[in-house]
């Protein structure tokens, strides 16, 4: 398994949720890696990403509430969400591609998701 991320669960409203993705594989530092979010009945979308100069893109619905990080020894990517919204509600999915050029898309390599659910 390439990716696969963890720490998904239920928060109410305004609360706070870290979610984490384990990278296999070599050169983890050199990926630029990211987020997606699929909420039901909606499609995929681009979330935030962060490249191997920790250089950083979120979508506008989550700046100033959502911040990637990384730890290239670990190999770990993460998620830290605060300030959560019902919106915000979805399958949350990790992406690394071997391009480290920052951008929203596109990635090769998806994990298979974790869930955030948000309460209200």
């Known amino acids: 398994v390439q990716l696969q991320a963890s720490g998904g669960g239920s928060v109410q409203a305004g609360g706070s949720l870290r979610i984490s993705c384990t990278a296999s594989g070599r050169h983890f530092s050199n990926y630029l890696t990211g987020w997606f979010r699929q909420a039901p009945g909606k499609e995929r979308e681009f979330v935030a990403a962060i490249n191997s100069k920790r250089a950083t893109v979120y979508v506008d619905s989550v700046k100033g509430r959502f911040t990637i990080s990384r730890d290239n020894a670990k190999g770990t990517l993460y998620l830290q969400m605060n300030s959560l919204i019902s919106e915000d509600t979805a399958l949350y999915y990790c992406?690394?591609?071997?391009?480290?050029?920052?951008?929203?898309?596109?990635?090769?390599?998806w994990g298979p998701g974790t869930q955030v659910t948000v309460s209200s």
């Open positions: 992406v690394k591609d071997p391009d480290s050029e920052l951008r929203t898309t596109p990635f090769s390599f």
